[in-house]
């Protein structure tokens, strides 16, 4: 039975940002009720509890945009905006303190301490929002409220509407509308602070630190799931958690976008491909990197494997505020293409070949996405039927790919049974763009250097 090695950690951690401060917090609160107008009212849920199974639940994550806006990371709690309410604008509804319950499932802040270390202007026990909400709903035109996420708050919401209606003829006034919080909410998250940048460095260097660790750990006859093991190991070292499965796919399985087993023997001769990232106070990380079992490109794999690189690398240089969101990929998608007619996989003019949409035979996938509190973040990609221009303070990945799975014809063979895919965090900034993950080697001759060097 071969013994676990113990695998330190190539990078010595930095330490960890200081938490968003509580008047940020209320700089976003005021910002959207500053959006909404005083004729509204937004109510905002926190994620429910979900079981895995019979009593055992889930690890809690809280909604994000109920994070967003209250730093608050209990369940049960419904958070409240109401603008001009002369009493406070902002209202927390949360678990009332129950030593009992605190003694089985942990401390609650209890609305005292909704108000003294989350700067509610006003909180009350949850149990108490039917007889309290449907009174701050009165006389409001609109209801700003996501319909649809959370479905079984959304039947207690339109109860509270439709008793206020019920009761017209008693003088009371029912909201006429309900406005869904999206487009303030995912424009407001789509441009990170100072703060939020701070938080998203740390969770890209938990993450590449995770990446050349499995590198390190990395050899033929280890199991997929092992390597995962590595880098789940060194997020929770950072306290971090993963912000998607990681997937961890040797040889065939590298080009399976979505690869979960994560469970076969790495062969020597064969590529690794690992897409994992971390999440570091709600602020994720997305990183992936390929690299070969054995610690050395055959050279099909060089060449495919530079081919992506050289993608990356432009789509890189194309994140510069003013840009096209598309833009990257635009860029990717041609040197892939140029890419593919030298390997051979593809024949013609590259211009045809791109207008023709021929390389997604090997390319089948947009080149990046928003990142930020989610993975794949909120906000709009266009306005109107423009691509949306980027602009300093967005974050997205770049992750161009190659993927040629056994048994693909019409190739050479040499290139059959490779995927490859090199993913990066990219801030746009003032001056251009800032890369986030450049703490994990993606140069072939640096990878095959760290590798050489594995305990």
């Known amino acids: 039975m071969r013994r676990a090695r113990s695998i330190e950690p190539a990078v010595r951690p930095s330490a960890a940002p200081a938490a968003i401060a509580r008047d940020e917090f209320a700089r976003r609160r005021r910002q959207l009720v500053k959006a909404m107008g005083r004729d509204a009212i937004a109510i905002i849920p926190a994620a429910p509890v979900h079981l895995r199974n019979n009593d055992v639940e889930y690890a809690y994550r809280q909604d994000s945009n109920f994070f967003y806006l209250t730093g608050f990371a209990e369940p049960e709690s419904v958070a409240v905006l109401v603008p001009g309410r002369p009493q406070g604008e902002y209202l927390l509804f949360v678990r009332d303190r129950d030593p009992a319950r605190e003694t089985w499932d942990g401390r609650r802040a209890g609305p005292v301490g909704a108000r003294r270390e989350y700067g509610a202007d006003d909180a009350f026990p949850i149990g108490d929002i039917d007889d309290i909400l449907p009174g701050l709903m009165e ?123 994560n469970a076969d023997e790495l062969q020597d001769g064969e590529l690794l491909l690992i897409d994992a990232g971390c999440e570091y106070e709600s602020y994720a990380s997305d990183i992936t990197r390929t690299f070969p079992v054995n610690g050395r490109f055959t050279p099909p794999q060089r060449a495919a494997y530079d081919v992506v690189l050289e993608a990356n690398l432009a789509a890189i240089d194309a994140v510069r505020p003013g840009a096209s969101w598309n833009r990257p990929h635009e860029v990717a998608v041609q040197v892939l293409t140029a890419g593919m007619v030298r ?41 109107g039927d423009a691509w949306r221009a980027l602009e300093p303070g967005m974050v997205l990945t770049v992750e161009p790919g190659l993927y040629i799975p056994p048994g693909t014809r019409g190739i050479p063979p040499e290139f059959r049974n490779i995927g490859i895919r090199i993913e990066d965090d990219v801030l746009v900034t003032r001056e251009g763009h800032e890369v986030l993950t450049g703490g994990v080697p993606k140069q072939a001759r640096d990878i095959e250097q760290l590798m050489a060097a594995r305990p």
């Open 343 to 383: 390997l051979g996989l593809l024949k013609g003019r590259v211009p045809a070949l791109v207008k023709s949409l021929a390389y997604r035979r090997f390319y089948m996938h947009k080149t990046g996405h928003w990142l930020g509190m989610d993975v794949h973040d909120v906000g709009d990609y266009k306005i």
């Open 139 to 261: 006389g409001r035109a609109k209801v700003y409220y996501t319909v649809g996420i959370h479905r079984e708050f959304d039947q207690r919401v339109v109860g509270w509407v439709n008793g206020l209606r019920a009761q017209a003829k008693q003088g009371r006034h029912a909201p006429y509308e309900m406005v869904a919080l999206e487009h303030e909410f995912h424009e407001m998250r789509l441009f990170k602070s100072r703060a939020e940048c701070a938080q998203m460095r740390h969770a890209a260097e938990i993450a590449a630190r995770a990446h050349v660790r499995a590198m390190r750990a990395c050899r033929p006859g280890r199991f997929e799931y092992e390597i995962a093991a590595e880098i789940r190991h060194e997020f929770m070292l950072a306290r971090a958690d993963i912000s998607y499965l990681p997937i961890v796919g040797g040889g065939a399985n590298g080009c399976i976008l979505h690869y979960r087993e």
